[in-house]
Each structure stands twice: as structure tokens, then as C-alpha cells.
């Protein structure tokens, strides 16, 4: 038997059959040929669609393209000029201040001790994960990178590649170490803490291991606030730079960032305190943690989702040691170079703020 081709129905007859409120089982409707144009559309629709399951990354990479795009045009006078030109170092290194125009993905991260740097380290490597980068990482069994306290080595961290995106952990700021290992539009942020509130916290994760339980190996284990008061009363009997990790007992911050802890020459800090200025984009405060990401965000682009943290490693109240005036002076003292560090910072941190727009904050 020979197949004929089947006559469509007309206008009339579709409208009426469609008009039925129920088709019989037996009923069934000859539709009309589909055109080549719409197939070819719908093919290339459903290719589009499992293509994008299939990358959901290549998906949103547009979408914060176009976010950064419209973040770029709402950038303040002030804070475009800010971020124009480039600023340099006597050592020939050039901080990255071009206007922002699309999320930064070549980022340090100096995860300084006991300053809520547990919780931006986890920040800095979720969004290495969500976007595919690589990050470089502690040796198996070791918790701080690139053989700290020494300054960062390459050879010691993992894998061993050429250039990384992201650094995220306690490591020995050095930079000309990290120019080796780092693209040349590398952002370097890192956080900082009240020294009088960083003291507090590393003498009461620390006071049981070097040097510490050295120095006061005679004053009571078990009450931290006296061994606190036992060390600040006099500092210098105590200290010496012959003992494993001594760092931890003087400016451990100044440390951190790769100087010399020992020296409290005003000229000597300020120097260092000015190579920083013009190398770190920016240094966040723990005191104003939420301010500060907020102005990380702005400095590399973000999204607010990138921002997004759950506290890390966070002390309960009765875990703290009460500092007063008194022992808080002498913390000031003793950690000189941590305080000018801090002081300054705070204040052009609070500058950026300003330009940012403290309405728009």
C-alpha cells in the first residue's frame, strides 16, 4: 500500500477541534509540518541549555562581568581617582591602583595571626574554588606556608608550579619572594587586629608553647591573666631573641609582614610602615570586619556572594583576659611597631572609607 501524503486541516477545522473540551482516546490531531527554521532553533536552544548545566561557571563569569560593569560606572569621583595610575616603590614595585573593571583573580592573602584571618582565609579559598583557581598550599602535615616562620619559599609550597592565583595562609610576607610566584596584577591584601586585643588573643593561644611556657615556666599554668600581668610588668626579663618563636612575645603583627620585631627605631618602623602603603591594596581591620569587606569587595570587584563568611575559630567571652588600662599601656609600649602599624592603617583605612562614601558604606 502506497502512503499518500496526509491533507492538513484548514483554519476552521483546527479552530473547532481545538474547541472540544475533551479528545476521545481515539482522537488525535494531525499537527502541521514544523519548519526547518524552528527546528534548527529549538535544537540549538536545548544544546544551549545542557551546555549550561554542563558549564555553569562560563554562565555566571558573564553575568559578573556584567555586575562588574555596572559597578565600574558607579564608582565615585573620588574612588576613581584613587584607583587611577599606578603607585611605586623605591624597590621597583608597582601597587596595582587601576580603576576596577572586572573581578581580581590574582590575589595574597597574608593570614596574620589571631586577627579573625582564619575566617578570610576561608573567604580567599572558597572563591578560588567557585572560580577555578589555583592555590598554593601548606606541605602535607604542616599548617603555616612556605617553611614560616622563615620568609615565603616556593620550593615549599604545594604543588611546586610556576604561578599561582591565590595565597591564602600564614606565611612570612616577602616581596620579592611572592613577585617570583604571583602574576604582575597580583592585588596583596592582609588584616590587622588593636594591638592590645592581638596581644590578648596570641598570649592565650600561645601561653602553653614557645616561648612562653620557657619564659614563665615558674608562674601558674592555669591562670593566664597572671601570667599575662608576670610578663608585661617587665618585658625585657624575659625576652630573648636566642628563644624558638620569641616573635610571638613582641609586635608578632610587624613580624607577620616580614620586619624585624627587635627594632624600635621610629625611623626604622616608619620606613617599613611606608613600603607597605605602597604595596598592600588594601588592609582590612578586624575591629570593623564587616566595613572591611565591604571595601575588599570594592577594591577587587566582587560580588557581595564572594563576601559572603561564617565566623572561624571565634573565642567565647569567658575564654578572654580582661585588659585594663595599666597592662594595656604597657602592651603599647612593648609593641611599638605593631601600634604605629595599626594606627596608621586605621587611619587610611577610615580615608578610603570616606571616599568610598560613608552613605554608600
Not at 477541534?17 to 536552544?45: A, D, E, H, N, W
Not at 545542557?50 to 562560563?58: A, D, E, I, R, V
Not at 608585661?232 to 620586619?259: C, L, Q, S, V
Amino acid at each position: 500500500m502506497s502512503i499518500s501524503r496526509v491533507k492538513l486541516p484548514n483554519e476552521k477545522e483546527l479552530t473547532k477541534y481545538l474547541s472540544l473540551k475533551s479528545l476521545g482516546p481515539g482522537s488525535m490531531l494531525r499537527s502541521r509540518r514544523v519548519p526547518p527554521f524552528f527546528k534548527i532553533t529549538l535544537v540549538v536552544l536545548c544544546a544551549f541549555i545542557l551546555w549550561s548545566f554542563n558549564h555553569p561557571q562560563s554562565s555566571m563569569n558573564s553575568v559578573r562581568r556584567v555586575r562588574a560593569a555596572r559597578v565600574d560606572r558607579r564608582f565615585s569621583a573620588n574612588s576613581a581617582n584613587q584607583q587611577a595610575g599606578n603607585g611605586q616603590t623605591g624597590g621597583g614595585f608597582h601597587k596595582i591602583r587601576e580603576r576596577c573593571n572586572k573581578p581580581a583573580t590574582n590575589v595574597v592573602f597574608l593570614k596574620t595571626h589571631k586577627t579573625g584571618s582564619s575566617t578570610m582565609s576561608n573567604i580567599m579559598l572558597r572563591f578560588a574554588d567557585t572560580h577555578n583557581l589555583t592555590v598554593g598550599l601548606p606541605l602535607k602535615n604542616h599548617w603555616e606556608l612556605g617553611g614560616y616562620p622563615a620568609f615565603i619559599d616556593k620550593r615549599l609550597i604545594d604543588p611546586v608550579l610556576p604561578k599561582y592565583n591565590i595565597l591564602g595562609h600564614h606565611f612570612r610576607f616577602n616581596i620579592d619572594n611572592l613577585q617570583q610566584i604571583m602574576p604582575a596584577d597580583t592585588r596583596y591584601i592582609t588584616i590587622i587586629r588593636a594591638p592590645k586585643d592581638n596581644v590578648e588573643s596570641v598570649f592565650g593561644f600561645f601561653q602553653d608553647q614557645s616561648p612562653f611556657n620557657v619564659w614563665l615556666e615558674g608562674v601558674d599554668a592555669n591562670s593566664t591573666k597572671l601570667r599575662l600581668q608576670t610578663f608585661y610588668d617587665h618585658p625585657e626579663k624575659f625576652y630573648n631573641k636566642d628563644t624558638d618563636w620569641f616573635f610571638r612575645a613582641r609586635n608578632h603583627m610587624f613580624f607577620d609582614i616580614g620586619y624585624d620585631v627587635s627594632n624600635s627605631d621610629d625611623g626604622f618602623i616608619d620606613s617599613k610602615i611606608e613600603e607597605l602603603d605602597n604595596i598592600f591594596s588594601l588592609v582590612l581591620l578586624t575591629d570593623y570586619f564587616d566595613e572591611s569587606l565591604i571595601m575588599m569587595k570594592h577594591v577587587l570587584c566582587w560580588d557581595w556572594e564572594d563576601v559572603v563568611y561564617i565566623k572561624f575559630k571565634m573565642r567565647i567571652e569567658e575564654a578572654k583576659t580582661e585588659v585594663n588600662e595599666d597592662l594595656g599601656r604597657k602592651i603599647l609600649n612593648w609593641n611599638k611597631a605593631d601600634n604605629k602599624l595599626y594606627d596608621h592603617f586605621n587611619k587610611t583605612f577610615w580615608r578610603s572609607v570616606g571616599e568610598y562614601g560613608l552613605d554608600r558604606m
